[in-house]
């Protein structure tokens, strides 16, 4: 058995599915909402393009580097974005948390942040995980923010990393949080998700 398999993670907030085709149009709509695949330092699918990059995700799934996850908001039942497990490392137990997006009105909420905390809990508690990592590009300083506010600490930036779509090379900031870090981390999650006017992770 493959050490991480696809499941559905749920709280009050989020529900965390596994990606399916025939969440295609949902999630078009979905990126619609903020017309996320024009913000430059982002690689967020546009409607046109929702498939193939379903597609690719599936792909990378079956080969055992991806687990890819749909978002559904509790309150709504809508589906309002797509996040991942990636780069799966089951000799190292060593995991990324990424290729995340949201519809904009779900954005800096309680959704994103419970989101992050079942994807952490999952890692450390089930999976075993000794370290989570998470990316970003170096000048999408909102996302840093974000990440640092987690309890992530920069283990260093990836020069020339990527070459964007609109051709610019991307640097990439390596951010981690280990198992001993977890305790802290998960006691900040949960009293931001107390606080849910403050949710911004």
């Not at 020069?159 to 305790?183: E, K």
């Amino acid at each position: 058995m493959a050490w991480i398999e696809p499941v559905r993670l749920s709280g009050r907030h989020v529900a965390l599915v596994p990606l399916r085709h025939d969440h295609r149009d949902a999630l078009a709509e979905a990126a619609s909402d903020g017309a996320l695949w024009t913000l430059w330092y982002t690689s967020v699918a546009s409607p046109e393009t929702m498939e193939s990059d379903i597609a690719t995700r599936l792909a990378w799934r079956d080969a055992g580097s991806m687990l890819p996850f749909t978002v559904i908001d509790q309150a709504s039942g809508a589906i309002v974005g797509m996040t991942s497990y990636g780069h799966i490392d089951p000799t190292a137990r060593r995991l990324e948390i990424g290729w995340t997006w949201y519809a904009a009105r779900m954005q800096r909420t309680a959704l994103n942040t419970e989101a992050k905390l079942l994807l952490l809990r999952h890692a450390f508690e089930t999976l075993g995980c000794i370290a989570v990592e998470l990316r970003t590009h170096a000048l999408n300083h909102r996302s840093r923010r974000a990440i640092e506010r987690l309890g992530a600490k920069l283990d260093g930036i990836l020069r020339h990393h990527q070459i964007a779509r609109d051709g610019s090379l991307r640097d990439t900031c390596v951010y981690s949080i280990i198992a001993p870090d977890w305790p802290a981390v998960r006691s900040n999650l949960a009293w931001q998700l107390e606080r849910p006017h403050e949710a911004s992770a």
